[in-house]
């Protein structure tokens, strides 16, 4: 069996010019950081929640409400103790969340990971705060 990832095995990465394209939602891309944290913790499905928000009229909507959304995101799952979890979205720490979603279960092996999303005009990059 494989160890369980926390969050110093995150830490080791530091910028990289690899990236990973989402199969889906193709103007999506990831950093080896975001690619480890997905297979080590089992959480393909969190690239998902993130990648399928775009082009949503939920997220045009928050676009054209604030405009810092254009280019940066952050991200954060946080998991409860009874295994549910909450995905969020802000323009920056201490805003509202304009997504902020509820899932109902997961094993993800950390209490909480951050994600930042950054858009080059071209492409959304998703990566690890060590990253930057």
């Given at each position: 069996?494989?160890?369980?990832?926390?969050?110093?095995?995150?830490?080791?990465?530091?910028?990289?010019?690899?990236?990973?394209?989402?199969?889906?939602?193709?103007?999506?891309?990831?950093?080896?950081?975001?690619?480890?944290?997905?297979?080590?913790?089992?959480?393909?499905?969190?690239i998902?929640?993130?990648?399928?928000?775009?082009?949503?009229?939920?997220?045009?909507?928050?676009?054209?409400?604030?405009?810092?959304?254009?280019?940066?995101?952050?991200?954060r799952?946080?998991?409860?103790?009874?295994?549910?979890?909450?995905?969020?979205?802000?323009?920056?720490?201490?805003?509202?969340?304009?997504?902020?979603?509820?899932?109902?279960?997961?094993?993800?092996?950390?209490?909480?990971?951050?994600?930042?999303?950054?858009?080059?005009?071209?492409?959304?990059?998703?990566?690890?705060?060590s990253?930057?």
């Open positions: 069996m494989s160890r369980k990832l926390n969050p110093n095995d995150l830490q080791q990465f530091t910028g990289d010019l690899e990236r990973f394209r989402h199969p889906l939602a193709r103007q999506v891309l990831y950093t080896p950081g975001v690619q480890f944290l997905a297979e080590k913790g089992e959480a393909y499905w969190l998902d929640e993130i990648a399928l928000s775009y082009g949503t009229a939920k997220m045009r909507r928050a676009i054209a409400h604030d405009p810092r959304l254009e280019t940066l995101q952050f991200w799952l946080n998991v409860n103790d009874d295994r549910s979890a909450r995905l969020t979205a802000r323009a920056d720490s201490g805003e509202k969340p304009f997504i902020n979603r509820k899932i109902p279960y997961t094993d993800f092996p950390m209490d909480h990971v951050d994600i930042r999303s950054g858009f080059d005009g071209r492409y959304w990059t998703l990566y690890l705060p990253e930057h």
